[in-house]
């Protein structure tokens, strides 16, 4: 009886230290990221390119009519 008793309180008091507590995982805060959108200039750019591409399409036309 003594054993039983004995090997009772051993895995009692063993298993309150190993449940003392638990896991917690650790918590990380990401620093927002800032995401570059296209700038006010390429509103301008793009039709300024097609106007160009306008420009020269026409160009090229008028002189080879000959």
């Keep these: 009886m003594k054993k039983i008793a004995t090997l ?6 063993t298993a309150s230290s190993a449940l003392a507590g ?6 990380v ?10 700038s006010s200039n390429m509103g301008l750019l793009i039709p300024a390119i097609l106007l160009i591409a306008l420009i020269a399409a026409a160009a090229s036309d008028s002189s080879s009519s000959d």
């Design 8 to 13: 009772a309180l051993v895995l009692g008091l």
């Design 22 to 27: 638990g896991y917690v995982a650790p918590v």
């Design 29 to 38: 805060e990401a620093e927002p990221v800032m995401v570059a959108g296209p």
